[in-house]
């Protein structure tokens, strides 16, 4: 009985196989086709990050030789000029790649040069391009609290508070005391010092061994002294 019951599953499934076997090699075959394609697709895609990491590279590298020679009271207008060069080429890549890690730290670079120029309202649109580009990145809190610098120059202190808690809000953000310690200050300078005093308290609970944490720690004691806090 049981090799009889084995030969009859043995039949019903070579008929089964014999029934649909074209179906099954399509499906074979489409699975084949599928991963060859996603293997040249993650080559490819592997292949233009390491080329724009490089043009990168040689952009940086271009820049830095620049700035190393030039005295930043007696910039010629040629050096200006080859600033602006790079700060193209530097776009052109940043565009490029604005859906990968390649645009976002391209997009970080064209900001480093636009603020070096003073020009904080691109340096700030740059530096959130960068965040647009790959928001998971480690460097997302890095670009906010970089933007957040250029809307302070630009007079934008709401927009600079908004983006300070951003960066707050990520636990790989490596930069949270000197963070905390603009909120106090930005507060501290509207006068605001019951809101101050928060990030005040805060900076020097979490961060009382470093130095913005004890200057925390006077300003707090100087409200206090002054009656400005209860």
Not at 166 to 187: T, V
Not at 194 to 216: F, I, M
Not at 217 to 229: A, V, Y
């Amino acid at each position: 009985m049981e090799k009889e019951e084995k030969k009859t599953i043995s039949s019903r499934l070579n008929a089964w196989l014999t029934k649909y076997r074209f179906i099954l090699l399509c499906v074979i075959g489409l699975l084949i086709v599928a991963s060859v394609v996603f293997a040249v697709i993650y080559m490819v895609d592997n292949n233009n990050k390491k080329t724009g990491f490089n043009a990168l590279d040689d952009l940086q590298y271009q820049y830095v030789n620049l700035k190393n020679e030039t005295n930043p009271a007696e910039e010629t207008d040629e050096q200006k000029a080859k600033v602006q060069e790079i700060l193209i080429q530097v776009k052109n890549l940043a565009d490029e790649n604005s859906g990968n890690p390649v645009g976002s730290r391209s997009y970080m670079f064209e900001a480093e040069i636009e603020y070096g120029t003073g020009d904080y309202a691109a340096a700030k649109d740059s530096w959130l391009k960068a965040v647009s580009a790959n928001e998971k990145a480690y460097t997302t809190p890095l670009c906010w609290f970089n933007a957040s610098v250029c809307c302070e120059n630009l007079g934008d202190v709401d927009g600079a508070v908004e983006l300070l808690l951003k960066a707050l809000e990520r636990k790989d953000f490596s930069m949270k005391a000197r963070a905390l310690y603009s909120l106090g200050r930005i507060e501290d300078q509207r006068e605001d010092y019951a809101k101050a005093a928060e990030y005040y308290t805060r900076l020097s609970d979490e961060y009382g061994d470093q130095t913005l944490g004890q200057v925390a720690k006077s300003r707090l004691i100087m409200f206090e002294t002054e009656g400005l806090i209860q």
